[in-house]
């Protein structure tokens, strides 16, 4: 079955300094994947999805993702993180069928320090 | 309004009673979706709309779950004999049609007590 792998549950860095957040999946075929982030009481929020083509991609807000198939990772980055990032982070994947029927991972909470 | 519009944002209610969320899809958007995020989890799917009809309802946990989506456009999620369990952020999200990027609202962050 498919599903998507958030091994950091929480993270702090110093405002500034740069950010890496893991994300590995495990899909049979070739997986669209998406980076969300969710600030308390908004709406999720899409960074970046990774389709096909460049394996790295950007998005917005500064950050980028690159897809590694032998590694069946998504890793998302950001060379200088501001205070405004902290927030929660989901990686998600989109089960096949046509539509958009994401599986979530369980996200990565981020805090930064000033 | 611009974006997904979910109400109400909270709901406290006792363990037992009816509850039904509503939520107003971005205007043309033809694809609806609704996901349950429990406390420390990333979001599940419920159930998919497209147009008036629930093209895939495999992520209702069980039948005191049900959707509805009459005209197409807006839809409401109602919980029969809520259960402590139930207690949850309910989102909602549409897209344009299935396959384009999907839009989520705020929730609709359901206590039972």
């Known amino acids: 079955a498919q599903s998507v792998t958030q091994p950091d549950i929480h993270i702090t860095v110093s405002e500034g300094a740069s950010l890496e957040l893991r994300c590995n999946y495990s899909y049979g075929a070739t997986p669209y994947l998406f980076w969300y982030v969710q600030s308390p009481g908004q709406g999720l929020q899409l960074l970046l999805k990774?389709?096909?083509?460049?394996?790295l991609v950007q998005g917005i807000k500064g950050f980028e993702a690159e897809f590694k198939r032998s590694q069946s990772s998504f890793n998302l980055r950001k060379p200088s993180v501001h205070w405004s990032d902290a927030a929660e982070y989901f990686c998600a994947v989109v089960v096949s069928g046509g539509y958009n029927k994401l599986i979530f991972g369980a996200g990565t909470r981020l805090a930064v320090h000033p | 309004g611009a974006g997904v519009s979910q109400t109400p944002s909270n709901k406290v209610t006792e363990k037992g009673k009816y509850v039904e969320l509503r939520c107003d899809p971005i205007s043309g958007h033809t694809a609806l979706y609704w996901y349950r995020q429990s406390l420390g989890q990333g979001p599940e799917f419920l159930i998919y709309?497209?147009?008036?009809?629930?093209?895939?309802d495999s992520g209702l946990p069980n039948d005191r779950f049900f959707a509805v989506r009459p005209e197409g456009s807006v839809s409401t999620l109602k919980i029969q004999r809520t259960e402590r369990g139930d207690s949850a952020v309910y989102l909602c999200a549409s897209s344009l049609s299935q396959g384009n990027t999907i839009y989520f609202g705020e929730g609709s962050w359901l206590t039972v007590v």
């Open positions: 990774y389709f096909s083509g460049d394996t």
């Open positions: 709309f497209q147009g008036t009809g629930a093209a895939d």
